[in-house]
């Protein structure tokens, strides 16, 4: 067993001896749906620093916590703050807390984020369900042994997304009549934001969305083989698409400007799963 391997399963063990159920479902809060877990019932709550080996966002907006109850009928494990690998970690430690969470019993996986706009038709404020990724900018989070227990060496990436919890977003929004884009989500390894040039090649490549976070995320949970569905908040359009000048604080302004809008859609999301 390697060194990380025996870290994820004590931080395995550590999470469990504080829970009673078993999870079904792992949600990822990114910008804008922080607030989310005021929703979840009989809540218990995980600071990350508590849980042994395990990576501590340093993110201003980024909390720190598992929270794991109930929302609906559904048993919800959901991360308040994510780990991202500009903070420094290497990048098998940025996916630990997604591990954690399907070892935990989650087998579905929805993440979120704050993103900028590639695609042209898409405003601050969009909403964009991600059908696919493209990650060959970052260093892949499966990269060293193989951990057999949790899938296998060459993990297929054709249906990342699941096709089925796509077309559910889209009913759900429909139902509630907020729309929703599709598109492909780009990670980059940030912190900082791109140049207009690089945002050209990545529209190029067929992004519609740049984000820093995510599909690394994604990945690793694919590669355990769990249903992944995920959301993008177009914060802002992205480095040369417009007069405004990139900042943290636009970001956080737009998410929390559509919070509410992102929040119904997802509770309603996972009612529905
Ligand atoms: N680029 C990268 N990450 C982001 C952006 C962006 O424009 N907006 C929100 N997260």
């Known amino acids: 067993m390697t060194n990380h391997e025996k870290e994820l399963y004590d931080a395995y063990e550590f999470i469990i001896s504080k829970i009673d159920t078993k999870p079904e479902i792992a949600l990822v ?52 703050g994510r780990v991202h690998f500009y ?9 630990m807390p997604i591990r954690l969470m399907k070892l935990a019993g989650a087998e579905t996986l929805i993440v979120t984020n704050a993103a900028g706009g590639i695609n042209k038709s898409f405003n601050p404020g969009t909403l964009m369900a991600i059908t696919d990724h493209i990650t060959s900018f970052v260093r892949s ?5 193989n951990i057999d227990s949790l899938g296998v060496r ?35 390894t940030g912190p900082n934001y791109e140049t207009p040039a690089e945002i050209k090649m990545f529209g190029l490549l067929g992004a519609d969305a740049v984000g820093m976070s995510t599909a690394c995320e994604a990945m690793a949970a694919k590669h355990m083989n769990m249903r992944v569905a995920g959301i993008s908040c177009i914060t802002n359009m992205a480095a040369g ?22 929040t119904k859609l997802v509770k309603e999301f996972i009612r529905r799963i």
């Open 141 to 145: 989070p499966l990269i060293g042994k």
């Open 87 to 95: 903070e420094g970690y290497p990048i098998e430690k940025v996916v």
């Open 241 to 262: 698409l417009s007069d405004t000048k990139l900042s943290h604080e636009e970001v956080k302004k737009t998410a929390d400007m559509i919070s509410d809008k992102f």
């Open 29 to 80: 809060l990114g910008s804008g749906l922080g607030d989310f877990a005021d929703h979840i019932e009989d809540k218990t709550i995980i600071d990350y620093k508590d849980i042994p080996g395990f990576p501590v966002s340093t993110v201003s907006g980024h909390e720190g916590k598992y929270i794991i109850g109930r929302l609906y009928d559904k048993q919800i494990i959901a991360m308040k």
């Open 154 to 188: 060459f993990p297929d990436m054709s249906n990342v997304y699941d096709e089925d919890l796509v077309n559910l977003i889209h009913e759900v929004s429909s139902d509630l009549n907020i729309e929703v884009k599709d598109g492909v989500y780009l990670q980059t």
